[in-house]
């Protein structure tokens, strides 16, 4: 479905490809990006290239979650990806996001955050966004909020992963509050 693709100036935002799996695969098993994930890093490249599949045959219209592949158009690399869980009531959904150590600190993730939002608020009409990070995750939570996400919760020792409870904080913005960061 070549209308999934996102575009901004740097990137591209789409569906999951076979091709992927190996990019997909080296970051998704690197034990820092995977830190604060609910996903171990111990991915095989089995697993990888099924899941890869699975993404490719969602539905970013259908309720659920929906992986866009984040490469760059110059080149085609793959970053990184974000998930969009649509609510079953097509109105809200959530997002996360996961980026390759060597594509962090660059602005890769902030502009296809941002794409990504302002798709689900202004195109698709949603009225909210929401986001839940571990607490420790800090470059995620300024992320966040740098693209205009409010925080709206902290929930102590509310996670058990990886063998210890953790904090959640808790981010939303609202599509009357919706503003873009410029470029």
């Not at 076979?18 to 690197?30: G, I, P, Q």
């Not at 899941?51 to 259908?62: H, Q, S």
């Not at 984040?70 to 990184?80: H, I, K, N, Y």
């Amino acid at each position: 479905m070549a209308g999934d693709s996102l575009l901004t100036e740097r990137l591209e935002l789409r569906r999951f490809r076979d091709e992927d799996a190996a990019a997909f695969h080296a970051y998704r098993s690197d034990p820092g990006v995977a830190r604060y994930q609910s996903w171990d890093a111990s991915l095989s490249t089995v697993d990888a290239a099924a899941l890869v599949a699975e993404f490719a045959g969602l539905d970013p219209r259908a309720p659920g979650w929906f992986q866009y592949a984040v490469t760059l158009r110059a080149g085609g690399a793959l970053v990184g990806d974000v998930g969009v869980n649509l609510h079953q009531n097509l109105m809200q959904a959530e997002i996360g996001f996961t980026f390759a150590t060597e594509h962090q600190g660059r602005g890769h993730a902030t502009e296809a955050v941002c794409r990504v939002v302002d798709h689900l608020l202004v195109s698709q009409g949603l009225c909210r966004v929401s986001a839940e990070c571990d607490a420790r995750n800090t470059a995620s939570a300024r992320l966040l909020e740098r693209v205009g996400f409010r925080r709206e919760g902290y929930r102590p020792q509310y996670t058990w992963l990886k063998g210890e409870w953790t904090d959640d904080l808790l981010f939303g913005v609202l599509a009357a509050d919706w503003v873009p960061l410029p470029g």
